[in-house]
């Protein structure tokens, strides 16, 4: 798999669109870089180039078996990924990483969670993670005793003076 493409992202963009990001244009046409972030975890400014660019060199190395989808993340013959390949490459990863097995959902629990011990406030996960409803946030990040310290903590920070004392009155 290519540095930097995440299967399993279907994010389209017309050819000319796609012109104008290799030559490191930044248009209007694009979409914003707060959407580029939040809808599809790219950023313009940086990945979305060098990507495109990288892409060009896996269309040359195709060449005729390319197929023109649209797609950012294709396979290295511009067709939509295969899931079966998804999920060896995501077991190739962990191991190269030496990172104990799990499955790529498990991973989802995991940033969620750490989003939530970072303090990431809830709409930017949503945002992060593609959520439309804070239940999932609720499914997702869990909560562990780091966390209730550090809100209570606070909490008790609000309520008691630096001494110990209740404030007054």
């Not at 012109?19 to 990945?47: F, N």
């Not at 060896?88 to 940033?111: F, I, S, Y």
């Not at 996960?125 to 593609?130: I, S, T």
Request: with cysteine; glycine share 8%.
């Amino acid at each position: 798999m290519p540095q930097g493409s995440p299967r399993g992202t279907y994010l389209e963009v017309s050819e000319s669109l796609r012109e104008k990001i290799r030559d490191g244009e930044v248009t209007e046409a694009l979409p914003s870089q707060s959407a580029l972030v939040s809808e599809y975890g790219v950023s313009r400014s940086t990945l979305l180039p060098a990507h495109l660019k990288a892409q060009d060199a896996e269309r040359e190395a195709a060449g005729q078996r390319w197929v023109e989808s649209g797609l950012v993340f294709p396979d290295e013959y511009g067709r939509s990924p295969s899931h079966r390949r998804d999920w060896a490459e995501w077991k190739a990863l962990l191991v190269e990483a030496n990172v104990r097995d799990g499955r790529l959902h498990d991973a989802c629990h995991t940033a969620a969670t750490v989003l939530l011990i970072l303090g990431v406030p809830e709409r930017a996960v949503m945002g992060l993670m593609g959520w439309s409803t804070t239940a999932m946030a609720a499914r997702y990040q869990h909560m562990i005793d780091a966390v209730r310290a550090d809100v209570a903590s606070q909490v008790d920070g609000l309520i008691w003076k630096s001494n110990g004392e209740p404030p007054r009155e």
